[in-house]
């Protein structure tokens, strides 16, 4: 079975910068193929997709973290990365990583904890 485990959210001040992590056990090497997405959910609204990275190492991300947020991984250590820079306030919510379906954004795992990123003076 796969589970996630999501680290690195805290308390930052707007304009700060956070990196998550997400490790990703149960896949064993075939981690590499799947294209990997960190998703976000706010309080009161529905969970949004930030961005992904495919196999190949071709990122996409929401137009509202679009050049401030940067996503790597590293399939040595079925980890995938969230740079986050110049933070907003609303940019507040639970993150939490999951495999990406097709060209999609349907998640195709269960979810992990998630990890809770605030931003706020």
């Known amino acids: 079975q796969v589970q996630t485990v999501e680290s690195g959210g805290g308390l930052v001040q707007p304009g700060g910068s956070l990196r998550l992590s997400c490790a990703a056990s149960?896949?064993?090497?075939?981690?590499?193929?799947?294209?990997m997405g960190w998703y976000r959910q706010a309080p009161g609204k529905q969970r949004e997709l930030v961005a992904t990275?495919?196999?190949?190492?071709?990122?996409t991300y929401a137009d509202s973290v679009k050049g401030r947020f940067t996503i790597s991984r590293d399939n040595g250590k079925n980890t995938v990365y969230l740079q986050m820079n110049s933070l907003k306030a609303e940019d507040t919510a639970v993150y939490s990583c999951?495999?990406?379906?097709?060209?999609?954004?349907?998640?195709?795992w269960g979810w992990g904890q998630g990890t809770q990123v605030t931003v706020s003076s």
């Open positions: 999951n495999r990406v379906a097709g060209d999609g954004s349907t998640p195709q």
């Open positions: 990275i495919n196999s190949g190492g071709t990122t």
């Open positions: 149960g896949t064993g090497t075939i981690f590499r193929i799947y294209r």
